[in-house]
Protein backbone atom coordinates (compact mmCIF):
# COMPACT_ATOMS: atom_id res chain seq x y z
CA UNK A 1 0.00 0.00 0.00
CA UNK A 2 2.71 2.62 0.99
CA UNK A 3 3.99 1.60 -2.89
CA UNK A 4 0.90 2.36 -4.18
CA UNK A 5 0.76 5.98 -2.22
CA UNK A 6 4.55 6.49 -3.54
CA UNK A 7 3.02 6.18 -6.88
CA UNK A 8 0.43 8.26 -6.33
CA UNK A 9 2.66 10.93 -5.24
CA UNK A 10 5.92 10.35 -7.40
CA UNK A 11 3.82 10.65 -10.42
CA UNK A 12 1.72 13.15 -9.57
CA UNK A 13 5.36 15.41 -9.59
CA UNK A 14 6.85 14.01 -12.44
CA UNK A 15 3.88 14.17 -14.88
CA UNK A 16 2.59 17.20 -13.84
CA UNK A 17 6.19 18.76 -14.31
CA UNK A 18 7.08 17.39 -17.42
CA UNK A 19 5.55 13.99 -18.54
CA UNK A 20 2.31 15.63 -19.58
CA UNK A 21 4.21 18.19 -21.95
CA UNK A 22 6.75 15.17 -23.15
CA UNK A 23 3.33 13.03 -24.07
CA UNK A 24 1.12 16.12 -25.39
CA UNK A 25 2.87 19.24 -25.40
CA UNK A 26 3.62 20.76 -28.91
CA UNK A 27 0.31 18.75 -30.16
CA UNK A 28 -3.44 18.90 -30.74
CA UNK A 29 -4.80 18.03 -27.69
CA UNK A 30 -8.76 16.03 -28.33
CA UNK A 31 -11.63 18.53 -28.27
CA UNK A 32 -9.13 21.32 -29.27
CA UNK A 33 -9.02 22.84 -32.94
CA UNK A 34 -6.16 21.62 -35.41
CA UNK A 35 -3.09 23.52 -35.07
CA UNK A 36 -0.61 21.39 -35.66
CA UNK A 37 -0.04 19.09 -39.24
CA UNK A 38 -0.46 15.63 -38.44
CA UNK A 39 1.44 14.45 -40.86
CA UNK A 40 4.68 14.92 -39.31
CA UNK A 41 6.34 13.23 -36.58
CA UNK A 42 7.95 14.05 -33.12
CA UNK A 43 9.97 12.38 -30.91
CA UNK A 44 8.19 14.03 -27.71
CA UNK A 45 6.79 17.27 -27.16
CA UNK A 46 8.71 20.96 -26.19
CA UNK A 47 5.85 23.36 -24.47
CA UNK A 48 3.02 22.79 -21.63
CA UNK A 49 5.76 21.92 -18.95
CA UNK A 50 3.69 22.74 -15.77
CA UNK A 51 0.84 22.49 -17.85
CA UNK A 52 1.32 26.05 -19.08
CA UNK A 53 -0.75 27.23 -21.90
CA UNK A 54 -3.04 24.48 -20.91
CA UNK A 55 -6.69 25.23 -20.41
CA UNK A 56 -7.60 20.87 -20.78
CA UNK A 57 -6.75 20.36 -16.76
CA UNK A 58 -9.79 17.23 -16.80
CA UNK A 59 -7.78 15.90 -19.62
CA UNK A 60 -3.98 16.33 -17.80
CA UNK A 61 -6.17 14.31 -14.81
CA UNK A 62 -7.34 11.84 -16.90
CA UNK A 63 -3.85 10.85 -18.62
CA UNK A 64 -2.51 10.82 -15.46
CA UNK A 65 -4.86 8.21 -14.00
CA UNK A 66 -2.54 6.04 -16.69
CA UNK A 67 0.54 7.04 -16.10
CA UNK A 68 0.27 6.35 -12.30
CA UNK A 69 -1.72 2.68 -12.98
CA UNK A 70 1.29 3.02 -15.31
CA UNK A 71 3.70 2.69 -12.36
CA UNK A 72 1.80 0.57 -9.79
CA UNK A 73 2.09 -2.66 -12.57
CA UNK A 74 5.87 -2.65 -10.82
CA UNK A 75 4.70 -2.02 -7.46
CA UNK A 76 3.83 -6.00 -6.70
CA UNK A 77 7.47 -6.88 -8.41
CA UNK A 78 9.58 -4.73 -6.51
CA UNK A 79 7.59 -5.65 -3.02
CA UNK A 80 10.38 -5.95 -0.11
CA UNK A 81 13.68 -5.74 -2.75
CA UNK A 82 14.21 -2.20 -2.66
CA UNK A 83 14.39 1.01 -0.33
CA UNK A 84 11.48 3.45 -0.48
CA UNK A 85 13.56 6.29 -2.05
CA UNK A 86 14.64 4.54 -5.12
CA UNK A 87 11.01 3.30 -5.78
CA UNK A 88 9.97 7.05 -5.81
CA UNK A 89 12.83 7.83 -7.76
CA UNK A 90 11.83 5.21 -10.26
CA UNK A 91 8.01 6.23 -10.31
CA UNK A 92 8.71 10.18 -11.04
CA UNK A 93 11.33 8.71 -13.62
CA UNK A 94 8.87 6.53 -15.51
CA UNK A 95 6.01 8.52 -15.11
CA UNK A 96 7.89 11.53 -16.25
CA UNK A 97 10.04 10.44 -19.36
CA UNK A 98 9.56 6.51 -20.18
CA UNK A 99 5.61 6.58 -19.91
CA UNK A 100 5.23 9.82 -21.91
CA UNK A 101 7.86 9.02 -24.51
CA UNK A 102 5.44 5.54 -25.35
CA UNK A 103 2.10 7.68 -24.54
CA UNK A 104 3.92 9.99 -27.71
CA UNK A 105 4.72 7.41 -30.21
CA UNK A 106 1.48 5.51 -30.26
CA UNK A 107 -1.42 7.95 -29.25
CA UNK A 108 -0.27 11.06 -30.19
CA UNK A 109 -1.18 12.40 -33.69
CA UNK A 110 2.31 13.53 -33.78
CA UNK A 111 3.57 10.16 -33.03
CA UNK A 112 5.75 7.64 -35.50
CA UNK A 113 3.59 4.45 -34.73
CA UNK A 114 0.32 6.05 -33.97
CA UNK A 115 -2.47 4.98 -36.31
CA UNK A 116 -3.82 8.76 -36.06
CA UNK A 117 -0.86 10.24 -38.25
CA UNK A 118 -1.49 11.04 -41.66
CA UNK A 119 1.60 10.13 -42.94
CA UNK A 120 2.35 6.84 -41.09
CA UNK A 121 4.95 5.11 -42.54
CA UNK A 122 5.72 2.23 -40.06
CA UNK A 123 4.06 -0.81 -42.52
CA UNK A 124 3.80 -1.03 -46.46
CA UNK A 125 -0.07 -0.20 -45.89
CA UNK A 126 0.16 2.83 -43.74
CA UNK A 127 -1.69 1.37 -40.63
CA UNK A 128 -0.33 2.31 -37.10
CA UNK A 129 -0.45 0.67 -33.87
CA UNK A 130 -3.75 0.15 -32.66
CA UNK A 131 -4.28 0.33 -28.89
CA UNK A 132 -6.70 -1.40 -26.87
CA UNK A 133 -7.96 0.10 -23.81
CA UNK A 134 -4.29 1.30 -22.64
CA UNK A 135 -3.43 -2.66 -22.65
CA UNK A 136 0.12 -1.74 -24.93
CA UNK A 137 1.17 1.85 -23.77
CA UNK A 138 0.07 1.32 -20.19
CA UNK A 139 0.57 -1.97 -19.00
CA UNK A 140 3.31 -3.63 -21.50
CA UNK A 141 5.22 -0.74 -20.69
CA UNK A 142 4.34 -1.54 -16.99
CA UNK A 143 5.12 -5.22 -17.59
CA UNK A 144 8.33 -4.72 -19.47
CA UNK A 145 9.29 -2.42 -16.43
CA UNK A 146 8.65 -4.66 -14.19
CA UNK A 147 10.60 -7.26 -15.73
CA UNK A 148 13.66 -5.63 -16.18
CA UNK A 149 13.60 -4.56 -12.30
CA UNK A 150 13.16 -8.54 -11.19
CA UNK A 151 16.22 -9.07 -13.38
CA UNK A 152 18.22 -6.36 -12.04
CA UNK A 153 17.23 -6.82 -8.15
CA UNK A 154 17.06 -11.19 -8.63
CA UNK A 155 15.25 -12.76 -5.99
CA UNK A 156 14.01 -11.75 -2.65
CA UNK A 157 16.83 -13.12 -0.34
CA UNK A 158 16.02 -15.48 1.86
CA UNK A 159 13.02 -16.75 -0.07
CA UNK A 160 14.90 -20.01 -1.74
CA UNK A 161 17.53 -22.22 0.64
CA UNK A 162 19.87 -24.99 -0.46
CA UNK A 163 18.72 -28.31 1.17
CA UNK A 164 21.03 -31.55 0.08
CA UNK A 165 22.12 -30.02 -2.86
CA UNK A 166 18.97 -28.71 -4.40
CA UNK A 167 17.22 -25.16 -4.27
CA UNK A 168 13.93 -24.96 -2.38
CA UNK A 169 11.09 -22.84 -2.10
CA UNK A 170 10.79 -21.82 1.55
CA UNK A 171 7.30 -21.01 2.61
CA UNK A 172 6.57 -17.62 3.96
CA UNK A 173 4.10 -18.20 7.11
CA UNK A 174 0.90 -16.18 6.96
CA UNK A 175 0.19 -12.71 8.23
CA UNK A 176 -3.01 -11.73 10.40
CA UNK A 177 -5.81 -14.29 10.26
CA UNK A 178 -8.11 -11.38 11.22
CA UNK A 179 -7.30 -8.99 8.11
CA UNK A 180 -7.76 -12.27 5.62
CA UNK A 181 -11.20 -12.78 6.69
CA UNK A 182 -12.03 -9.21 6.85
CA UNK A 183 -10.60 -8.89 3.24
CA UNK A 184 -12.74 -12.13 2.07
CA UNK A 185 -15.79 -10.07 3.32
CA UNK A 186 -15.31 -7.07 1.18
CA UNK A 187 -14.66 -9.25 -1.19
CA UNK A 188 -17.70 -10.40 -1.32
CA UNK A 189 -18.92 -7.06 -2.74
CA UNK A 190 -16.27 -7.09 -5.93
CA UNK A 191 -15.47 -10.39 -7.00
CA UNK A 192 -16.93 -13.24 -8.02
CA UNK A 193 -17.25 -16.74 -6.57
CA UNK A 194 -14.80 -18.41 -7.69
CA UNK A 195 -12.60 -15.50 -6.09
CA UNK A 196 -13.92 -15.50 -2.72
CA UNK A 197 -13.87 -19.41 -2.79
CA UNK A 198 -9.89 -19.05 -3.30
CA UNK A 199 -9.36 -16.07 -1.37
CA UNK A 200 -11.63 -18.41 1.78
CA UNK A 201 -9.35 -22.21 1.06
CA UNK A 202 -6.19 -20.07 1.19
CA UNK A 203 -7.04 -17.93 4.18
CA UNK A 204 -8.31 -22.16 5.74
CA UNK A 205 -4.46 -23.85 4.79
CA UNK A 206 -3.12 -20.77 6.70
CA UNK A 207 -4.88 -21.18 9.31
CA UNK A 208 -4.48 -25.37 9.32
CA UNK A 209 -0.38 -24.58 9.10
CA UNK A 210 -0.26 -22.22 11.80
Not at 77 to 84: G, H, V
Not at 89 to 108: D, E, G, K, M
Request: proline letters at 2%.
Amino acid sequence: MMKNLLDACGASLGYYSVGFAFAWGSSNLPGQQSTVDSSSTSFIGTTNFFLTETDEKAFFLFQYAFAATSATVVAGTLAERCQMVAYLCYSVFLTSFVYPVVVRSIWNTEGFLSSHNDDNSISDVGVGVIDFSGGLVVHVTGGLTALIAAYILGPRKGRFVEVDGKWKCRDFPGHSVALKVSGLRNAAHFYQLEDILLIFFGSCKTILDS
